[in-house]
């Protein structure tokens, strides 16, 4: 089958292809029986020595995934893939402690590098609190969103739309919230979320536009809150005041009195820490929690006292009677949504505070959604008691039974024996539609329903007192207002970076936008240039990389024109309108680009500079690697075809198989060296279309026998970071054994033609031979690079031990030092490291990151 590799870092022009590849097509599959020989890799360090000074390639971090600016200008520093080369010229050393040992694992710090700030953040830093789902986030927008509407104008809604509206209308504030909680979901889990609630999750969809516009208003609009719900609690007070003659000044200024003394005891909490106010929090919830059981057990509890007011317990005359609207003071419908839907906003109240989060990734989702459940319920349940409960209408007055039966009185009261008839000449002063303390009415204790409503402003003003200031440092720290900076802590964090939207159609217009957007983790895709020559030549590599560009990434279909300059350029000429039609007519979305050069090296490095147009450039150069007499099979006959050989055939079955449905089978990672995770983003770009949905992601990773249960809990840490699903890790202990006998001896013929035995030859025949035919495999080298060349021996026998049943493989493209490594023995080693295997996807990223776990 086809083996392909796929080449990282165009920037630096370097293909590192010898000047004529031969390419050969060979069966798949590989198996058998192995005899290990195991060698003791913890003292005999000449075993270790590959990709610099240990053959166990740095596990990744989580650190080389986190952001690299901060405000203050650090950064935090990875090793280049040149500085880790020369590194291998250095005598080696232990690594250091500190600072260097989240640098690279198994490397020293390069002395380039030393003095210079390297910094590294914990999810936590010591004496942070930080909470879960249930303190953090259910009871906040639980307490936020039952409010005072609750306990006040629930029953007043019913009273105006009945029983079936009331519940319509709780069930379409519901849909606005749920769907809106669902997309604060689905942000939340869409990257690491960092302090500044609402705002910091606007800013990182939309983008800073939005969000600092958003955020400034939404930051006041908190703190505006605050007066308004502490105003509300101060109001309830002075009305109990004056239902017992105790003012203090007048009712104006008694409100003013109350209300900065309520201020600044909510204000002592909440500089107290987040503590002390998530403990207030849980207080006042358990106080709301008790009002609306006392309101509950009311309803079970008729007294004779209670019935000139309304109040007849569980009735169906009264249910009935309520199920229907009686809109009145020009209410309708819609009115009486709008006021009841501020009591479904606080479902943003655990959000806000998404700093203080142990893991907000998982607290919002769960602690918003069951709170938006939970109150649903509740809204719904007391809608429905006390409209089967209380009638509209009652005088209060005792005296009004009904003493002789009233020919025309046909009310749920009248049936019941009260005649409150006199309500339909002159407003009365009880029922549903006139009175707003209709639940303390009938609750079995009315001071618990008063500490019920005081519960919930003080609850919403103390939340709104929290959120305001850390959405206003939020936006403080992402410097979009200048004259904001005097308000920025200096704190041990990195601002993010906006993903701008990637799935605009680029009209001209678009493109000149899009070449406004800095470079950023979250905005990079793959954007391939495949070197297919024809594109109907190489059908196999097309399909596998359009598997991972469609919709996403830009691919170009670079091909080489060799030869006399003036039948190079009428070739293009034609083929340009061809190959592009052939493209689209079998569904490619890519572009065609031939270029004229001397040879193949030249052409890929004219193409890598002048394709594309802005934005929409290569960055990944994708090769097809071939063997045998160089054929070509074209997949689209013309005319009668013969029978195919039995070679063909398997030919034309390789070239055809991904553009079948893959089944459920494994795509297998050998992520053995952190090259910033280009490795892993292209088998997670395949799961997500439609013909590799069933795959599952297996992930290999080297390591050593007494640790692989903490590489295998570090790794699987990381991916479940990034949000990538996988089926297995599989930690490889024995990676560092030396590879058979047989094996050995198998690669050694393979390359022998190459070599050019200069021990063997008088000098002068030797320098002839090295300046004519610079990519022949020297001893020297051979020697040199011994090491290394055991360990892609010893990888293809790992292959095929675990991987033989794998629909493709991605693994880590060996590194060839800077100039050491002949052509010849550089693709003898891919030769060795994919003979006899499913096809393999060879991949080398340039060693910045293109995976990140920030929103």
Known sequence: PRRCSAFGDTAQGRLGLPEIVHFVFTGGGGGGHHHHYYYDTHTNTYYLRTFGHNTMDAVPRIDHYRQTAANLGEKLLRPSLAELHDELEKVSRPPMRGPSSSFCPGFPFPTSLRGQAVVTYTAESKGVVKFGWIKGVLVRCMLNIWGVMLFIRLSWIVGQAGIGLSVLVIAMATVVTTITGLSTSAIATNGFVRGGGAYYLISRSLGPEFGGAIGLIFAFANAVAVAMYVVGFAETVVELLKEHSILMVDEINDIRIIGAITVVLLLGISVAGMEWEAKAQIVLLVILLLAIVDFVIGTFIPMESKRSKGFFSYQNE??????????????????????????????????????????????????????????????????????????????????????????????????????????????????????????????????????????????????????????????????????????????????????????????????????????????FRPQCLVMTGSPNSRPALLHLVHAFTKNVGLMVCGHVHMGPRRQAMKEISIDQTKYQRWLIKNKMKAFYAPVHADDLRDGAQYLMQAAGLGRMKPNTLVLDFLHGQDQRLDCQPKGPVAPLNVADQRLLEAST???????????????????????????????????????????????????????????????????????????????????????????????????????????????????????????????????????????NELLKEHSSTANIIVMSLPVARKGGVSSALYMAWLEVLSRDVPPVLLVRGNHQSVLTFYS
């Open 657 to 795: 198989q991904f553009q079948k449905k893959q089944g459920k089978n494994t795509i297998d990672v050998w992520w053995l060296f952190d090259d910033g995770g280009l490795t892993l983003l292209i088998p997670y770009l395949l799961t997500t279309k439609k013909k590799w949905k069933d795959c599952k992601i297996r992930v290999f990773i080297g390591g050593k026998i007494n640790r692989i249960d903490h590489d295998r809990r570090a790794m699987a840490t990381l991916l479940s970071k990034f949000r990538i699903d996988f089926s297995d890790i599989m930690v490889l202990g024995d990676i560092n054994t030396k590879p058979k006998k047989e094996n050995i001896a198998a690669f050694e013929e393979m390359i022998e033609p190459l070599r050019l035995h200069e021990d063997d030859k008088e000098q002068d025949v030797s320098d002839k031979m090295k300046e004519d035919e610079p990519w022949r495999i020297t001893d020297n080298e051979l020697e040199l690079y011994k090491t290394k060349t055991y360990r892609q021996i010893r990888l």
């Open 318 to 523: 009264i249910f009935t009677e309520n199920f229907g609207p009686d809109f009145r003071e020009d209410e309708s419908f819609f009115s009486v949504f709008a006021i009841f839907f501020p009591a479904a906003t606080g479902i943003l109240a655990g959000a806000n505070i998404s700093g203080d989060l142990a893991d907000p990734q998982s607290a919002i989702p769960k602690g918003t959604l069951l709170a938006i459940l939970i109150t649903t319920l509740v809204y719904i349940g007391i809608a429905v008691s006390v409209g089967s409960c209380v009638v509209r209408d009652a005088t209060g007055n005792a005296n009004d039974t009904l003493t002789v039966e009233l020919a025309n009185c046909s009310s749920a009261a009248c049936s019941l024996g009260f005649d409150f008839s006199a309500c339909e000449r002159s407003p009365c002063g009880y029922g549903l539609m006139n009175n707003f303390q209709v639940m303390s009415m009938v609750s079995g204790f009315a001071p618990l329903i008063s500490a019920g409503i005081f519960s919930a402003t003080l609850s919403s003003a103390l939340a709104s007192l929290v959120s305001a200031p850390k959405i206003f440092q939020a936006l403080c720290k992402d410097n979009i207002y200048p004259a904001f900076q005097m308000f920025i802590k200096a704190m041990e964090e990195q601002r993010a970076t906006p993903s701008p939207k990637k799935t605009q159609k680029h009209a001209l217009q678009h493109s000149i936008r899009l070449s406004g957007v800095e470079d950023h983790v979250k905005n």
